[in-house]
């Protein structure tokens, strides 16, 4: 493996916002003679032109997306039901919550309408329910997960085992849950095998009718950091794409010799001196991103190469008096800032961990430790998933000396359920 490059490539070296010359071309006292090298011309037309080229209607594309309930909504108004059903259908879709089940029962729901439709019955607005729940998604409008998976398994009413799929999901959901095939094989007396085609038919449902309608917006980082390995040697480069030029108008620029009062030839001034501070507390800023970057590739080279297993156990103190700055610089440098690399985008705080000492008295990572556990469990026998005891002791065999509780804690933090939890058939 080879070591990073402290240094940025010949192109990203030169930020867009920060070239070398600015620091040259921005005298204290600025005159008309400056060379403004980096200002763009007012023009009227900016106005009216966009942004940047291709640019999309934002708000446009918003204003298109909807939720669940204007989805039923939609349907119904395509939908032939009478006045008073329509009403109870609207009584119903206002119930309906994000994940496509209802946030009351069908008895309240009857009893809010009670005041509204006269001679209302309750076998109504089953009635309803029963039309609703078939709209798409299929399952959307039901009061519980048995209720939701039944409707949605009726579109495999011509399959061998649909008699023994709906017993289970009608009687003994609650045992498939607790992932208790024994018992559920005594009860249906479902041979093994049986009992894993009916298992596979239930996992082709959907328990979730509302994801299918998502209507969350996509958050998308863009990485100030790009880490590529080059001629053996991993290279650490500023992101030119996450850096917008920044500018200054030239026509304001042209103001400081112009015939201006002095008050106003006296605030632009200032204001240009402003920008240059600003522009060289830029320059400052990716320098330091870069550095802080660049060091934790050179102490996490293992990982580049390897992957988490190889991950070393590093502070912010580490870095720190590496690059010489104080912590607390560290920790605002690395928040909420990304480092695209060959496996993946990582906020730079995810090469930051705790030790574990080992048995030869050296040090392993938290994150290793972590990685360690999902490859221990993604590899277990499914009928007799590794319990934390097991995973710790596992762990002791490489010499990683680790509690229970401590196994038990990372594998929470990777919403990894417990081993009575993980037991399958399949």
């Not at 192109?11 to 600015?22: C, G, I, N, Y």
């Not at 934390?388 to 010499?399: F, M, P, R, V």
């Amino acid at each position: 493996s080879g070591e990073p490059n402290n240094e940025s490539s010949e192109s990203s070296s030169e930020t867009p916002q920060l070239e070398s010359e600015w620091t040259e071309s921005i005298p204290n006292e600025l005159s008309i003679d400056s060379n403004w090298d980096d200002t763009y011309q007012n023009s009227a037309a900016a106005a009216d032109t966009p942004a940047f080229e291709g640019e999309q209607d934002l708000d446009g594309r918003n204003a298109l997306s909807e939720d669940m309930q204007d989805h039923l909504i939609w349907q119904l108004n395509l939908t032939h039901m009478s006045d008073r059903d329509i009403e109870i259908a609207y009584a119903i879709i206002d119930s309906v919550q994000t994940d496509g089940y209802l946030s009351m029962s069908l008895e309240e729901i009857f009893q809010a309408l009670t005041t509204e439709l006269e001679d209302l019955e309750l076998d109504e607005v089953a009635a309803v329910q029963h039309r609703l729940q078939r709209f798409d998604p299929v399952g959307v409008c039901s009061q519980d997960l048995r209720e939701c998976l039944l409707v949605q398994l009726e579109a495999y009413q011509k399959h061998p085992l649909y008699r023994a799929t709906f017993n289970v999901v009608d009687q003994y959901l609650a045992l498939l849950g607790n992932r208790d095939y024994a018992q559920l094989s005594r009860k249906t007396k479902l041979k093994e095998e049986a009992l894993k085609e009916v298992i596979t038919l239930i996992q082709q449902l959907n328990p979730r009718p509302g994801s299918l309608i998502d209507t969350s917006e996509t958050d998308y980082v863009i990485p100030d950091v790009t880490v590529k390995k080059n001629n053996g040697v991993w290279q650490v480069e500023l992101n030119n794409d996450a850096l917008p030029p920044v500018k200054i108008n030239e026509t304001y620029s042209a103001m400081v010799n112009s015939k201006a009062s002095s008050d106003d030839i006296s605030y632009i001034k200032n204001s240009l001196q402003e920008a240059k501070w600003f522009m060289k507390s830029l320059q400052s800023r990716n320098e330091t991103l870069l550095k802080v970057a660049s060091c934790i590739v050179s102490k996490q080279v293992e990982f580049f190469e390897i992957g988490e297993e190889a991950m070393k156990p590093m502070v912010l103190h580490d870095v720190a008096e590496e690059v010489g700055m104080h912590e607390s610089t560290i920790s605002r440098v690395t928040t909420q800032k990304y480092m695209h690399t060959p496996r993946g985008i990582f906020e730079l705080k995810y090469f930051f961990s705790s030790h574990v000492n080992t048995s030869s008295g050296g040090e392993c990572s938290s994150t290793a430790i972590r990685a360690m556990i999902k490859k221990l469990v993604a590899d277990e026998p499914p009928k007799k998933p590794l319990s934390d005891n097991k995973l710790a002791t596992i762990l002791a065999d490489q010499g990683i000396q680790v509690a229970r509780r401590t196994v038990a804690k990372y594998r929470e933090a990777m919403n990894i359920p417990p081993s009575n939890e993980r037991k399958r058939l399949i």
